[in-house]
């Protein structure tokens, strides 16, 4: 296999096809001038500029894998050596998300988009206490996983629940959400539906079958 290529820039064109010849594959790969996006991130109840603030680009629909970009100290990112496509853009902070939600951008082949202004607030917080069901005793040691229903990638998980069973779980986007258990290298919770919306900061608790497979 023997691959030739015109070097116009960074990006591989959807346009590269195979060719046979002489029994042999040969790839030909054309690339072109990459897009480019860029804009400025701020916080919404501040209008302050967000520095180092990470920002991850996502071409919808596809296996291609995300970009992840940082602000500068005036909270501007550019992306660069983007293929044609709709993308969507997203927070990568664990406790702050886009205000909009998830920001999709329609990028043209070989051109710049600018001026893309990214509003960020705190996500929702969820926290509560994990229980073994029956006894009301606390789980220790367990982490409460959340998962944005529309979008799996999109997961935000506990830190390991203390001597009362207590988590809390911050960053969440507004939405449905799925939630489990991880305890003791295993899910032992079935999985659960949550609306979550920015508002709700309340006590959750979460009761566990008890099984004494799971309790060791």
């Known amino acids: 296999l023997s691959v030739l290529t015109t070097n116009w820039g960074r990006c591989p064109s959807p346009d590269a096809y195979p060719v046979v010849t002489n029994g042999n594959n040969e790839a030909v790969i054309i690339l072109s001038r990459g897009s480019s996006l860029s804009g400025t991130v701020k916080n919404e109840a501040t209008q302050a500029e967000m520095a180092n603030f990470p920002v991850i680009a996502r071409r919808a629909e596809s296996n291609f894998p995300p970009q992840t970009v940082e602000t500068d100290n005036q909270g501007k990112f550019e992306i660069n050596g983007l293929s044609e496509g709709i993308y969507e853009l997203e927070s990568g902070n664990d406790s702050m998300i886009f205000s909009d ?11 710049q988009v600018h ?19 029956g006894i009301e005793e606390p789980v220790q040691g367990a982490r ?6 529309l979008r799996p990638y999109l997961e935000r998980t506990s830190d390991s629940t203390d001597n009362k069973g207590e ?5 969440l986007p507004p939405g449905t ?13 079935a999985r659960q539906t949550l609306n979550v919306t920015i508002e709700r900061n309340e006590a959750l608790d979460i009761y566990v079958p008890l099984t004494s497979s799971v309790q060791g």
Do not use: C, H, Q
């Open 101 to 111: 939600g998830i920001v999709e951008v329609d990028v043209p082949p070989a051109s």
């Open 115 to 133: 001026g893309l202004n990214i509003m960020v607030s705190n996500g929702a917080t969820i926290s509560g206490r994990v229980l073994w069901e």
């Open 144 to 149: 409460v996983v959340f998962t944005d229903s």
């Open 167 to 171: 988590f809390s779980v911050i960053g």
């Open 177 to 189: 959400s799925y939630f489990t258990v991880a305890y003791k290298g295993a899910n032992i919770l």
